[in-house]
């Protein structure tokens, strides 16, 4: 298994353009601008989460949606690529005593999940990191369950004070290309900043 996560590490360092976990990481991912523009215990309220349900987070990183999605779900699955990411996500949750989260050494095209294991996944600033978003969908319809959600949280195809630059965005409408082939939109938002988006695997 630590092999096979090693080759995925490499593959994705290869394939994907995405936040390095380098220098203060920790800052960049939770300065003032991001916190108010992309609130994360909005976007978590948003998605239909039961206290019965498994979610996989991912590209959780040190857990910024991870927290309000743990008080929302019986269980949160915690995926990302960076050791140093995952372990200090490990800390605060040791520090905040949270039972119910479990920090996953993975590449999300290629998750270490059983298939149909989780009931939702979200994937808030992803998407337009992995070297193909049909392999990411294909992945995620593989561990969701069957009327399982897939939520989507990514940056507007347009200039903003932060994120990725706009040529390695995608919009909306890209994302419903892919994502709407094999699961049926069931909920948008749209701020000036970023969209959110739940698809839902109907079989």
């Known amino acids: ?11 994705s360092k290869r394939e ?16 003032p601008e991001r916190m ?28 910024y949606f991870t927290f309000p999605a743990a008080e929302r779900a019986k269980s949160v699955v915690a995926v990302d690529i960076e050791p140093a990411m995952l372990e200090v996500l490990s800390s605060r949750l040791r520090s ?8 996953l050494l993975g590449e999300i ?11 939702g996944i979200l994937a808030a600033c992803v998407y337009h990191e ?7 969908v294909t992945e995620c319809l593989r561990i969701l369950r069957p ?7 990514d940056f507007q195809k347009r200039k903003t004070s932060f994120g990725p630059p706009v040529r390695e965005r995608k919009s909306p409408a890209q994302v419903i290309e892919v994502a709407g082939r094999n699961m ?5 938002y749209d701020s000036p900043v970023f969209y959110q988006m739940s698809f839902m695997k109907t079989r």
């Open 147 to 153: 009327g399982g959600i897939l939520t989507i949280v």
């Open 184 to 188: 049926r939109l069931v909920s948008r």
């Open 1 to 11: 298994m630590a092999g096979a996560l090693r080759e995925a590490k490499a593959a």
């Open 130 to 136: 992995v070297d193909s978003q049909e392999r990411l």
């Open 16 to 31: 994907a353009h995405k936040f390095e976990a380098s220098g203060d990481f920790v800052e960049r991912l939770e300065n």
């Open 36 to 63: 108010a523009n992309m609130p994360s215990e909005e976007i978590v309220a948003r998605i239909p989460i039961r206290k019965t349900d498994t979610l996989a987070d991912l590209g959780a990183g040190i857990g």
């Open 109 to 119: 095209l290629h998750m270490p999940l059983r298939e149909g294991s989780v009931d």
């Open 96 to 103: 905040r005593r949270v039972k119910n989260v479990l920090p």
